[in-house]
């Protein structure tokens, strides 16, 4: 087996269009996704600032110097308002949102109460709220200098009206549109990668090579174990650069859990070389497999949160991405660099990676007896 791998990465590492491929062109979208959303994070100044409407009811020196403070914020560029024109433009969507100080906020923070802080938005901006949100929270606990500060009520127009649940990391300073950016583009890549590299093994049937393989003292399993452990140490390479470029060019803190990190990377890559296999095995020509994945794998990532955050999906699709790859690879990233939850939380995700893994194996087996050894 491991000469077969052996053979199997010669051929892959030789081909340069195939390299680059799999390796520059995820880079590219995760470049061009992360350049959208904001991706240098929250301590770059390469993007532009997002326009906040502030309206001031408290009309205190505290009140001021909040303000004052969120101008000088890198994110954020505050243009301050009335109430009516900051609901009217709102309303009109001239703008996604505005935040509110109301009257009393001084008076709350030397008592130590809950300060008034609202958030007006526009229904049809909801994704663009999730994703400044978290940032102005974080923002706005640390000038008022309290851990337990208390997340503004999301509260729209009237004709908006929508009350909005706290969201988890609402105090991180972590950019969500990065992570997005990051962790849907390198599994969606990833499936595309390690598809081609499992239907290479239709391309050797078709060549003859596959029998002369079997002519020797090899059984037919040994040969798709082999391929499958070459698309695990593709998809392995591939989803480490990807987060090493993260790191390195758009600060994504990969060591914030190192060990986590590692392991998903793991889970992930053989749950997706297993898919590669298994595509390979259930179709008859390469041809065929080419098609099949390309449609498969699209579907998954569109429901699984590869091509669609699943913060936009509406409920019922919520429900369906669990039967894709997708979304439990991105969820368990998540888990990592937007929740951080420890080991044992994140362990069921893992699992769940590692036994879709293990039924597409066997099922694998089965067909690729049936399917790609017949007439071999």
Not at 57 to 62: A, C, G, I, N, V
Not at 103 to 124: H, M, R
Not at 156 to 181: D, M, Y
Not at 240 to 266: E, H, K, R
Request: aromatic content about 10%.
């Amino acid at each position: 087996m491991l000469r077969l791998f052996k053979k199997d990465q010669i051929l892959f590492w030789s081909d340069k269009q195939a390299v680059a491929l799999s390796f520059l062109l995820p880079i590219v979208l995760i470049s061009l996704f992360a350049f959208t959303f904001g991706g240098f994070g929250n301590n770059s100044n390469s993007s532009e600032p997002t326009e906040l409407l502030v309206v001031d009811l408290d009309q205190t020196p505290f009140s001021e110097s909040l303000i004052t403070a969120l101008d000088t914020a890198a994110y954020f560029k505050v243009i301050k308002v009335g109430f009516d024109p900051a609901n009217e433009k709102v309303s009109t969507g001239d703008a996604p949102f505005a935040l509110v100080l109301h009257k009393g906020l001084n008076d709350s923070s030397i008592q130590k109460k809950p300060l008034p802080f609202e958030l007006l938005y526009d229904l049809a901006k909801g994704m663009e709220v999730r994703m400044v949100r978290p940032v102005l929270t974080g923002h706005l606990t640390q000038l008022t200098n309290s851990s337990s500060q208390e997340i503004p009520t999301v509260r729209p127009p009237e004709k908006f009206r929508l009350e909005l649940t706290s969201l988890v990391g609402e105090t991180k300073e972590a950019n969500l549109g990065l992570i997005q950016a990051v962790c849907g583009t390198a599994i969606l890549m990833l499936l595309f990668s390690v598809s081609g590299l499992g239907a290479s093994i239709l391309e050797e049937k078709e060549n003859g090579t596959l029998s002369r393989l079997l002519y020797s003292p090899i059984s037919a399993n040994t040969v798709l174990f082999a391929k499958m452990l070459s698309t695990f140490s593709l998809a392995f390479i591939q989803l480490s650069i990807m987060f090493i470029f993260s790191w390195l060019v758009f600060g994504l803190d990969i060591f914030i859990n190192l060990p986590a990190l590692i392991l998903m990377i793991t889970c992930t890559a053989f749950a997706v070389s297993s898919f590669g296999i298994f595509l390979a095995s259930i179709a008859k020509t390469r041809a065929q497999a080419q098609s099949l994945s390309t449609l498969i794998i699209l579907i998954m990532s569109s429901i699984g949160g590869s091509i669609i955050p699943m913060f936009a999906m509406p409920a019922i699709m919520k429900k369906v991405a669990v039967i894709s790859v997708n979304y439990w690879g991105i969820q368990g990233f998540f888990d990592i660099f937007w929740r951080d939850l420890g080991m044992v939380e994140m362990l069921p995700k893992m699992l769940i990676l590692l036994g879709m893994g293990a039924v597409m194996t066997l099922i694998s087996l089965r067909f690729f007896n049936k399917n790609v050894l017949k007439l071999v």
